[in-house]
């Protein structure tokens, strides 16, 4: 039963411009959500967070908007930069416990 | 500079052996998770410790097992290895800041 769902499994994005990346969760007791960012051969490194209480956290290019009506969360990234090319798990929290949606991964183009 | 130090990074089992993954952070944590992710999937929590002397099951606990007599270390043992264990594994720890977990590199285990 995966509480946490990203539907879009990859995005390519020309540099610059805005990376929008989407997530869903059926657990209305989440306490918070994150984003992590994931290198291959290295593991997830987290990336920005927000609380179930509040509906926007910002942080330099990075962004995360809650919807808690509709159970959506979703990351933007502006300007988009190669260096952002990685997977992007969206995860929520309960009790010390994250759940892990099953990522999308990021193609930042020239 | 260490931080979440997992050994080994590769290793290939038969089916029915077993192993222990190591896993050791400097950071003073209390909590620490073992994740593992298979191709295509998010990362699935098999055990967790919220301090010395305490573990608990997560989503994926079975043919897993776990300790953690210090605060440093938490080693994931698989006992009797199927194919379906086939996975990279993650061990991860956290201050307690609401799900800022610190990863380690992570350990391919392949069962033949």
């Known amino acids: 039963d995966q509480q946490v769902k990203q539907n879009s499994p990859s995005l390519s994005v020309q540099e610059g411009r805005i990376s929008i990346l989407n997530c869903d969760y059926t657990?209305?007791?989440?306490?918070?959500f994150l984003w992590y960012k994931k290198y291959p051969a290295e593991g997830p490194t987290f990336l920005i967070s927000?609380?179930?209480?509040?509906d926007k956290n910002e942080d330099g290019r990075f962004t995360v908007f809650l919807n808690k009506s509709a159970k959506h969360l979703s990351l933007h990234i502006v300007p988009s930069q190669p260096g952002d090319s990685a997977v992007y798990f969206c995860?929520?929290?309960?009790?010390?416990?994250?759940?892990f949606g099953a990522g999308t991964t990021v193609t930042v183009r020239a | 500079n260490a931080g979440v130090t997992q050994t080994p990074k590769f290793r290939i089992l038969k089916i029915g052996q077993s192993m222990t993954l190591q896993c050791t952070q400097d950071?003073?944590?209390?909590?620490m998770y073992w994740y593992r992710q298979d191709p295509g999937m998010g990362l699935k929590l098999i055990y967790y410790?919220?301090?010395?002397?305490?573990?608990d099951k997560g989503e994926v606990p079975n043919g897993y097992n776990v300790s953690r007599s210090t605060t440093e270390d938490f080693p994931l043992r698989l006992e009797l290895a199927a194919p379906s264990q086939t996975s990279v594994y993650f061990c991860?720890?956290?201050?307690?800041?609401?799900?800022?977990?610190?990863f380690g590199e992570g350990s391919r285990l392949t069962v033949l």
């Open positions: 991860a720890s956290s201050p307690g800041s609401p799900g800022e977990l610190f």
């Open positions: 927000i609380s179930s209480i509040k």
């Open positions: 950071m003073n944590h209390n909590y």
């Open positions: 410790s919220v301090g010395a002397g305490i573990t």
């Open positions: 657990n209305s007791m989440f306490d918070y």
């Open positions: 995860a929520a929290i309960r009790d010390y416990k994250l759940s």
